[in-house]
């Protein structure tokens, strides 16, 4: 295989084939989630995965409301928790996940992106209303 180059044509068609989802996923992203600046996610040179960052106040741990939400909308992510240490404190980040671009075609991510953004609709006020309420700080 590697005398004869197939290995590197194999190599080369791998990376241009991840690399088109990554880019599909992204522009999901970029197209979704663009009324809700708040939310970052990484844009990664390599690899299978997507790390998306959602505000503070977004609770996107596996046993969170957001959760819970994207599987009644068809959708699963990796929460992000799964990928710390806890800090000195115990605690672990929950408004992180981590979306997989690897196995899907390039419409099934962006019905994945669209199903989480619809997941995740009225989570993007909460804080802005709990901020409203008198006497609560935020």
């Known amino acids: 295989l590697l ?3 197939a290995f590197d044509r194999h ?5 241009t084939v991840y690399r088109t989802k990554k880019d599909a996923m992204l522009l999901a992203l970029e197209t979704e989630f663009a009324d809700w600046p708040e939310v970052r996610w990484t844009r990664p040179g390599g690899g299978l995965y997507v790390w998306v960052t959602f505000p503070p106040h977004v609770d996107a741990g596996p046993n969170g409301p957001l959760a819970n939400r994207a599987l009644d909308a068809g959708v699963l992510y990796v929460p992000g928790e799964f990928g710390h240490v806890s800090d000195e404190f115990g605690t672990l ?3 992180e996940v ?3 671009f690897g196995v899907c075609t390039a419409d ?8 989480l953004r619809t997941a995740c609709r009225g ?6 209303e709990l901020a409203k309420r ?3 700080g935020v």
């Open 3 to 5: 005398a004869t180059g």
């Open 11 to 15: 190599v080369e068609t791998l990376r």
């Open 93 to 95: 980040p929950r408004n």
């Open 98 to 100: 981590r979306l997989s």
């Open 108 to 115: 099934q991510i962006s019905e994945g992106v669209h199903r």
């Open 123 to 128: 989570l993007e006020v909460a804080k802005r």
């Open 134 to 136: 008198p006497g609560v």
